[in-house]
T-cell receptor, first 115, second 115 residues
Framework: NAGVTQTPKFRILKIGQSMTLQCTQDMNHNYMYWYRQDPGMGLKLIYYSVGAGITDKGEVPNGYNVSRSTTEDFPLRLELAAPSQTSVYFC??????????????FGPGTRLTVL | AQSVAQPEDQVNVAEGNPLTVKCTYSVSGNPYLFWYVQYPNRGLQFLLKYITGDNLVKGSYGFEAEFNKSQTSFHLKKPSALVSDSALYFCAVRFGRTGANNLFFGTGTRLTVIP
């Protein structure tokens, strides 16, 4: 299993440009998540999905959009890039289940710089 | 509201000595608590979790954590530190509606093990 894969690894954007960060998992997890990691700030949840066709906002959704057309893929879209979106972005996935205590599996991250 | 705090940005310990990385939490209801580790330029890796049961939880790479309900703490410990344990450690607590497994992360503690 490849686990959670993310592309690209690095990207530099100009202010106002748009891009899509790709995330794919091959573990058949229902739950998927997008986080951003800023220095000294830990990880903040941007969006999450509990299954294909279902998405919801996390703590910091402004400036982002997501879609979940398949179980495997959960792309994150930046429409009008701003310097405040310079960050490292992590995608994660986890099993669903009634226990609620399933750990998340993380991708390697995408380092995005907006200039 | 759920929250988690890691009071130390940096912990230094000599190789072979015991290590502790501190975490305190605030949640309504029963807490689901997690520890993750992040090596440079990598995604987060799951170490261990507390859902219910024994207060002492054992995890990967010889790490363990003790859940203390009265002190609302979940400190990460290891009896004998290795240089390879040097990394960024995150404590996390589950929040959000049942089943979504959303995590709220602390700001991280950088552990340096000195040879």
């Amino acid at each position: 299993n490849a686990g959670v894969t993310q592309t690209p690894k690095f990207r530099i954007l100009k202010i106002g440009q748009s891009m899509t960060l790709q995330c794919t998992q091959d573990m058949n997890h229902n739950y998927m998540y997008w986080y951003r990691q800023d220095p000294g700030m830990g990880l903040k949840l941007i969006y999450y999905s509990v299954g294909a066709g279902i998405t919801d906002k996390g703590e910091v959704p402004n400036g982002y959009n997501v879609s979940r057309s398949t179980t495997e893929d959960f792309p994150l879209r930046l429409e009008l890039a701003a310097p405040s979106q310079t960050s490292v972005y992590f995608c994660a996935s986890s099993y669903s289940g009634t226990s609620g205590g399933n750990e998340q599996f993380f991708g390697p991250g995408t380092r995005l710089t907006v200039l | 509201a759920q929250s988690v705090a890691q009071p130390e940005d940096q912990v230094n310990v000599a190789e072979g000595n015991p290590l502790t990385v501190k975490c305190t939490y605030s949640v309504s209801g029963n807490p689901y608590l997690f520890w993750y580790v992040q090596y440079p330029n990598r995604g987060l890796q799951f170490l261990l979790k507390y859902i219910t049961g024994d207060n002492l939880v054992k995890g990967s790479y010889g790490f363990e954590a003790e859940f203390n309900k009265s002190q609302t703490s979940f400190h990460l410990k290891k009896p004998s530190a290795l240089v390879s344990d040097s990394a960024l450690y995150f404590c996390a607590v589950r929040f959000g509606r049942t089943g979504a497994n959303n995590l709220f992360f602390g700001t991280g503690t950088r552990l340096t093990v000195i040879p």
